[in-house]
Every structure is written in structure tokens, then in C-alpha cells.
């Protein structure tokens, strides 16, 4: 709630002071007086760009400031800002003749556009050429929402639809990472392919060097294993030859003297030991091979070894444990795949209910609808609009998808208005008049009770194109108005300004041959004489009509 607006060195305003109370307010004065300075200090104080024709000539700046009454979420905006406040909310803006300005919230310097976004929604203006929250379609919505009581419903369906994005970027995050996935995958298979064809074994290489080199020289170890096999064993009085001989000598001397006998061991174990070894020598020669092309298969073999280590070595342990890092990252894809099959699932069941849900908001809406274009017409039929028609059309899929609903549903929602019998239907912002305009926002806000509306709200000049009696009633819907949020109006009109409950009036004097501006808060006793100048004159019936216009109003207040 705005509380006070406090002007300084502003066009015409030496210095002064508008105390706003809560309720409906009224501004009054002659015309040219500045009453429409409020609008504008006003849209400074909201964050508006200032320029130097705001500085009273002869001075070298101009202070707006506003204190406000603000709510828990503005006050918790501000503490996110560095700001504290004890619920109050002081904006002060100063513009100098140099073109450059300063603005302070609570005695923190802060920029413009902090200014505007700490300020957002605490007042909207409502003159003849700036109706903006009627006018935009998106608005029309939510006005019918608040005209239904369906605030609630609308909370669930943007919590689902929280939901459903949700579940959908992490859907779309895990299937980047498939697709990401599936390229690396490309790779990964393609070198496990070149690993499993050669399919290396660890110590394989040290095996295969050996047996080349065995290979290498099969014809030089045949050619002396022989020999050696000869001397050993088959040669006419070879070794195994002459040491049985020796054997047999060595038993006769054993048999002698007892005390050879374990050289007769040694010497049988000797003659068995190079039979042995004659035998196995054999065996190896018999093994040799005769085919020499095993020996390709070899060379062949050790190269594609050494090729798979220079991609995956540099050692063939490397390349195995190379390959076990390959196969466990395709291990852990399937726990991929597993979180986006379960991702697709909640997602497709997080659609489901909010398809439900949006349906039946969308059912709840077309109701309200009807409703809210009765008790709208109504209301304007009071306000001297008897013959027009105000249409809530909504517009809805066919058939509600996932796809089709938003944060606040399936439905766009937009107030169609025919002032006169006979003209057709038209989208509000094409058809309709400052005037009508003006009677229309009153309608609306009246049904509404100013749910969803900012906390202040200010009409400048709303009686424009009005006559005395619906004037009479437009200031009967703003003090209706004003019991649900905080209603200032500037006025001409006296069956306006006496509706008010606190009346403020602006006039416009010369002091010391410079034009002033100065604000009076009327006191009960004030006032009468203030409706009296707006009725015309200091005549008796201007005094007893001004009385008749008070009388009801102050005795309620």
C-alpha cells in the first residue's frame, strides 16, 4: 500500500507531501492545477526514465519519493537484495539538471531497474490511454481464474506442469547422453573388434620370440643334436657304450671290496642319466620341424601384436586392461538405458495427470465463463452500459495433449465487447472507448473483489465522456473497490469525489511570481466546501447538493 508520495523541486511543486491512507482516495482541483503530477511522479517512483524537464526551473534537482507498506514477498525480495525493512518500503529518486539521477530504496543505492523490478505489481495506473493489464490478452486469463476461485486449481496444474518439464529436460538430458553414448559406443565396439580378432594372451610374446628363434635355427640344432645324440648314444663306442662297459668293470671291483660300492651307484646312476638324456635329445630332434612355414605364422603373428600395441600399448597388459575399461563402460550403458526407460515412463504418467488436470480446469473455466459475463454485464448496466456485452471466450484444443497445456492450462482466454446492440463482437482493446474502457476495468474489478490486482491502484481522469448519475455510480464501484485494495482517483467530478474517504485537493498559486503547487488533506469539516467549487459556485444549492453528496458518505466513514 502506498502510504505517502513526497515531491520536491518536481515541475511546478516546490515541496509536497500526498498521505495516502487504505480505502478509496480521491485527488481534486481545478484543471492545469498538477494533479496529474501524481501519475507521473508516481511512474518514477516505478522505475520510469526521468528526464531534466521534471526539475523545477531555478533548481538544480527534483526528489520523488514514495513510502510503501509491502508485503512478506517483497520484503523477502529486498532482503535478497542486501535491503532490510521492517515492512516498509521507502524509494527516493533524485534527478539533477545535469541529466543525472540517483535512486535509493531504504537509504541503499541501488540502479534503475532494480528499482523497477523491486516495484513490480505494488501499483498499476489506470488512465485513459494506459489500461495495459485489461487490454493484454494473457491478463484475461487469470482475471477469470480470480472471478472463479480457481487459484487453486491453477496452483495444482502449474505444479503438475513444473512436473512434466522436469521429468522432460531429464528425459532430454539422458537421451543426449544415449546419443553422445551411441558415438562413443561406435568407437568403443570398433576397438574391441580389432582387439578380439587378434585376441593377444598375456606372455604370448615372450612364447612366440622363443619359438622363432627356435625356427631360425632348427636346420643348426638339428645338426648339432645329432652329433650329440651320436657321440651319446648310437656312434660305435659311444658314451652310453663305454660306460656300461665301465659299469660292468666297476660291479666285479664292488664285488671285491664292499667299499665301492656307492661309486657303483654313482656310476649307474651316471651310465642310466646319459641314456636319459641320449632319449630325450631324440625326442626333441624328432620334434624339430621339417616345414619351415610355421615360421611365417609366427612373423605374422608378433606383427599384429605389435600393432594392436602401438594403438592400445604400450605393452599387451595394457591392451587387456584397455579392453576390460571398454567392456565395463558398455556394462554401465545398460544402467543408461535403464534410467531412461524409467525417465520415459514418469514422464508419460506426469502428462497423463496433467492432461487430466488441465481438462478439468478448462471445464471449471467455461463455467466461470458464463458466469463471469453475467455478473460483468450487470455491473455495466449500472455503470450506464445497459445495452452492452461483454463475451469470456475461451479457446481449447480439441483434444487435450501434453504438448497442448501450459504452466496455467489448455486454454487462452480473451474478453470479446460489443458496446452498442447490432455491432459485432470485437477483441476489448479494438472496440471499446477511454470511457467504456474505464467502466469495463470498474466491472471487472468489482466482480473480481480485486483478487490478483496490485495493492495500490490509481485512476487518473477515469469520468472522462461521463455523465453525473453514472459518475455517481462509478464513485460507488470505487469505493466498493477500496475495500479490497487501496483505490486512488484524480477526478472532476464531485458525485466522484465525495464517495472518497480521504479526499486530497490540489491548487495552483503564485508565490513570489512563481507558479506553485500545493496538496491539502481535507478534514471531514473541509471537504463540503471543495465539492461546492467542483458543483460550480458558493451558491445555497451547490452548498445543500454538496451536504446531500457528503452526508451518506461521511456518516459511514
Same mark, same amino acid.
Given at each position: ?10 515541475? =511546478? ?23 496529474s503530477l501524481l501519475v507521473k511522479a508516481l511512474k518514477l517512483i516505478l522505475g520510469d526514465r526521468a528526464d531534466t524537464s521534471v526539475v523545477r526551473p531555478g533548481a538544480e534537482y527534483a526528489v520523488v519519493q514514495a513510502l510503501f507498506e509491502v508485503p512478506s514477498n517483497v520484503r523477502e525480495a529486498l532482503k535478497q537484495q542486501g535491503i532490510e525493512s521492517d ?28 528499482? @523497477?523490478?523491486?516495484? @513490480? ?38 505444479? =503438475? ?5 522436469? &521429468?522432460? #529436460? ?10 553422445? &553414448?551411441?558415438?562413443? #559406443? #561406435?568407437?568403443?565396439?570398433?576397438? *574391441? ?23 631360425? $635355427?632348427?636346420? =643348426? ?37 664292499? @667299499? ?26 624328432? !620334434? ?31 591392451? *587387456? ?8 563402460? =558398455? ?34 473455466? /467455461? ?57 459485432? *463482437? ?55 473497490? !477500496? ?13 466522484? $469525489?465525495?464517495?472518497?474517504?480521504? /479526499? ?6 503564485q508565490q513570489k511570481g512563481t507558479t506553485v503547487m500545493e496538496v491539502k488533506n481535507l478534514s471531514d469539516e473541509e471537504r463540503p466546501a471543495e465539492i461546492m467549487r467542483m458543483l460550480g459556485g458558493d451558491t445555497e444549492t451547490a452548498e445543500q447538493y454538496a451536504n446531500e453528496l457528503l452526508g451518506p458518505v461521511l456518516r459511514r466513514t
Open positions: 500500500m502506498l502510504s505517502e508520495l513526497i515531491l520536491e523541486n518536481f515541475i =511546478l511543486t516546490k515541496r509536497a507531501s500526498f498521505p495516502f491512507e487504505s480505502g478509496f482516495t480521491v485527488i481534486t482541483g481545478p484543471t492545469g492545477a498538477g494533479k515492512g516498509e518500503m521507502i524509494i527516493r529518486r533524485i534527478i539533477t539538471t545535469k541529466g543525472k539521477g540517483k535512486t535509493f530504496i531504504n537509504g541503499n543505492l541501488v540502479s534503475l531497474q532494480q528499482a @523497477k523490478k523491486l516495484t @513490480k505489481g505494488l501499483v498499476t495506473i489506470a488512465s485513459q490511454h494506459e489500461f495495459q493489464n485489461l487490454l493484454r490478452r494473457e491478463r484475461h486469463l487469470t482475471l477469470l481464474d480470480n472471478f472463479g476461485n480457481l487459484e487453486s486449481q491453477c496452483n495444482v496444474l502449474a505444479g =503438475l506442469h513444473a512436473d512434466v518439464m522436469l &521429468w522432460r #529436460k531429464k528425459l532430454e538430458r539422458l537421451e543426449e547422453q544415449n546419443q553422445a &553414448w551411441e558415438e562413443e #559406443k #561406435k568407437k568403443i565396439l570398433a576397438e *574391441l573388434r580389432m582387439i578380439d580378432e587378434v585376441a593377444p594372451q598375456e606372455h604370448e610374446e615372450e612364447e612366440l620370440e622363443q619359438e622363432r628363434s627356435v625356427l631360425k $635355427a632348427s636346420s =643348426l640344432l638339428r645338426e648339432l643334436g645329432e652329433g650329440i645324440y651320436r657321440e651319446l648314444y648310437s656312434a660305435q663306442g659311444s658314451i652310453t657304450e663305454r660306460l656300461s662297459s665301465c659299469r660292468a668293470d666297476m660291479e666285479k671291483m664292488a664285488g671285491i671290496d664292499t @667299499k665301492l660300492s656307492p661309486l657303483q651307484e654313482l656310476l649307474d646312476s651316471t651310465t642310466y642319466q646319459a641314456s636319459d638324456l641320449a632319449l630325450s635329445l631324440r625326442d626333441y630332434l624328432h !620334434g624339430l620341424p621339417v616345414d619351415l612355414s610355421r615360421l611365417d605364422q609366427v612373423e605374422e603373428r608378433l606383427f599384429r601384436l605389435q600393432e594392436i600395441k602401438r594403438k592400445f600399448g604400450p605393452e599387451i597388459r595394457d591392451v *587387456l586392461e584397455h579392453r576390460e575399461k571398454l567392456q565395463m563402460k =558398455l556394462d554401465e550403458h545398460g544402467d543408461l538405458e535403464i534410467e531412461i526407460t524409467n525417465a520415459a515412463g514418469k514422464l508419460e504418467q506426469a502428462e497423463d495427470i496433467l492432461c487430466r488436470e488441465a481438462e478439468k480446469l478448462s471445464i471449471m473455466r /467455461h463455467e466461470a465463463a458464463k458466469a463471469m459475463e453475467q455478473a460483468v454485464m450487470k455491473e455495466l448496466s449500472f455503470l450506464d452500459l445497459k445495452l452492452a456485452c461483454l463475451q469470456v471466450r475461451i479457446t481449447s484444443p480439441e483434444e487435450i495433449l501434453p504438448d497442448t497445456v501450459g504452466p496455467s492450462g489448455a486454454d487462452k482466454v480473451e474478453f470479446f465487447f460489443s458496446a452498442n446492440p447490432g455491432q459485432p *463482437l470485437r477483441p476489448l482493446a479494438k472496440v471499446a472507448s477511454g470511457g467504456e474502457l474505464s467502466r469495463v476495468l470498474l466491472a471487472v474489478k468489482t466482480v473480481t473483489g480485486g483478487k490478483g490486482m496490485n495493492q495500490t491502484m490509481v485512476f487518473d481522469e477515469i469520468d472522462t465522456g461521463l455523465g453525473g448519475e453514472i459518475a455517481e455510480n462509478v464513485g460507488r464501484k470505487l469505493r466498493s473497490i !477500496g475495500k479490497d485494495l487501496q483505490v486512488i482517483a484524480i477526478t472532476h467530478f464531485p458525485q466522484i $469525489a465525495s464517495m472518497g474517504q480521504g /479526499h486530497l485537493a490540489v491548487e495552483k498559486r
